[in-house]
């Protein structure tokens, strides 16, 4: 009898440190898409563009659309021709962001996350000010060599909006 209850305990101790094991590899794992979305727009803050390059799927699958249509991005490269004609311009200055609301979801797989949260962006263009406020912004996320790279991001206003 006695050694039946030292099995349970056992059972139930080892299921308890399964558990919070999982869990944190859980919790890890979100923290590192939240990282990557978080370094995906305040690079631009140092204009670290090995930062920026490093938080994205680097091949013709990648995709972007901001809210007009000329502003849709579809592959690395031309994402890339963009970030150096625009934002490495001396006449862009990025002065803040904020990202409110992040929620972030790992796949059953563990190879597949997606993001949703409000953003504003803040800078500046020849001295005057720029921003996106209370953008919508949503982004899919793929687990490639052990790296959480973006993969396509959607950008959007309310039309509701004050």
Known sequence: MKSKGLFFSALVLTLIIHGW?????????????????????????????????????QDSSFFIFHPDSAGTIIGFESFKNLAERVFMNDAFKATGYEIRDLKTQISRSGTTAWFSCNLDDFGEWNGQPSAWINARWTGVLEKIGGKWLIAQMHFSFPIDRN
């Open 21 to 57: 094991v999982i869990g944190q590899t859980d919790i890890s794992e979100k923290e590192k898409v939240s990282r990557v979305v978080h370094n995906s727009i305040g690079w631009a803050l140092d204009k670290d563009l090995d930062l920026l390059y490093g938080c994205f799927v």
